[in-house]
């Protein structure tokens, strides 16, 4: 197994936390070969993302984007010499990374970003989690 990682970019200097079901933090210990398989692949995604959003987000479009990135997050990892879990662990990991680094940082207008980003941030993980079982269910694998 790897050591514990952070995206910040693909950087493993610093141990890598997940939101845990009820709000703690639990660490996790990721498999760093199968990051840098990916690694070019999910710079290439937030840079998009990036892109997309630099005219700004409304509300509206804020879980359609997480959607979509979600999608792509899932075909990126599909292909990955790993278990459907690590697949999947890749991917909730990445999610968590890309609203800290991408969607937090927006400032959405007439939305008070002490109401919205709690919110958003604990909805993520579990809303994610069920769309990647979707997501793959429907590749049939």
């Known amino acids: ?25 639990r660490e996790c210990e990721m498999r760093e070969d199968l990051y840098e398989m990916i690694k070019e692949d999910v710079i290439r995604l937030f840079a998009e993302a990036r892109e997309a959003m630099s005219d700004g987000l409304r509300l509206s479009e804020v879980w359609k984007f997480i959607e979509s990135t979600v999608e ?3 075909e990126i990892v599909r292909e990955l010499p790993a278990s459907g879990a690590e697949k999947k662990e890749v991917v909730l990991d990445l999610i968590d990374r890309f609203h800290v680094e991408e969607i937090e940082p927006l400032d959405l207008p007439l939305v008070p970003d002490a109401i919205f980003d709690p919110i958003i941030r604990a909805a993520v993980q579990p809303i994610a989690d069920k769309l990647i079982d979707a997501i793959v269910a429907a590749f049939g694998e």
Not at 1 to 24: E, F, I, K, Q, Y
């Open 1 to 25: 197994m790897g050591h514990l990682w952070t995206l910040a970019v693909l950087d493993r200097s610093v141990p890598r936390t997940n939101p845990g079901p009820d709000g703690p933090e």
């Open 72 to 74: 792509s997050l899932v």
